[in-house]
């Protein structure tokens, strides 16, 4: 089992559909980071999270620590927003500079 | 303010033969990570570099070993290379701060094609 498991795999939305991709993980984390990835492979960081709830634009990440679960919602969406959204978790134990984890991405294809 | 930048963009290579990628942090940066993404799938940690040290590998064979400048800049260099190589390679940097490193920013990719 994948320590940082998405869903869905693949997602298709109308433009302006309110979007949730879900991340679960299964080991104790100090950070849960949300990235994108567009066609040609540039990763931009949305939001780093520890606890509760950010808010960046159209782009809302939560986390519940208690059940290793975050999810990133996308209100109002666009066809711009059509990524790969990828969740990643860095662990505890290995100290606070220790690698990422990431899960395998979900494509997101948004129609006009 | 430059961002994270990395060379070649794209590499074609052989089995057999060794390569060199290359990455230069964003602005005030001491830290640089490396990965290896595969296609459809999550990138895996390779290596952490700071203070020109290896700092924390993954689960990569010797073959993949790296190095980081004075200027912070840093190489990943990958010896005998097998088809399985092929992937994006994707270079992070982040500022360490006492005992914690801060978000990671990643570069746009090497794209390395073994024949």
């Known amino acids: 089992k994948n320590e940082v498991e998405q869903s869905p795999q693949n997602l298709t939305a109308q433009e302006g559909e309110f979007i949730t991709i879900n991340c679960s993980y299964s080991v104790g984390i100090s950070a849960l980071h949300w990235l994108q990835q567009h066609p040609g492979g540039g990763i931009v960081s949305l939001f780093m999270?520890?606890?509760?709830?950010k808010k960046h634009g159209r782009l809302i990440a939560t986390i519940n620590i208690q059940e290793k679960h975050s999810s990133l919602h996308i209100t109002a969406s666009h066809p711009r927003d059509s990524a790969v959204y990828i969740c990643?978790?860095?662990?505890w134990g290995e100290g606070a500079n220790s690698k990422l984890t990431f899960g395998k991405g979900i494509t997101l294809s948004v129609r006009p | 303010d430059a961002g994270v930048t990395q060379s070649p963009t794209h590499l074609i290579k052989t089995r057999g033969q060794q390569v060199t990628l290359r990455c230069s942090p964003k602005?005030?940066?001491?830290?640089v990570s490396w990965y290896q993404q595969a296609l459809g799938q999550g990138p895996q940690f390779i290596f952490q570099y700071y203070e020109e040290e290896e700092r924390q590998r993954g689960n990569f064979p010797d073959r993949f070993s790296g190095h980081q400048f004075p200027n912070y800049s840093s190489e990943l260099n990958v010896n005998a290379l097998l088809l399985g190589d092929s992937a994006l390679y994707l270079c992070?940097?982040?500022?360490?701060?006492?005992?914690?490193?801060?978000?990671?920013?990643f570069g746009p990719g090497t794209r390395l094609t073994v024949l």
């Open positions: 990643a978790v860095r662990s």
């Open positions: 999270l520890s606890s509760g709830k």
């Open positions: 602005s005030g940066h001491d830290t």
């Open positions: 992070a940097s982040s500022l360490t701060i006492g005992l914690r490193t801060d978000t990671q920013y």
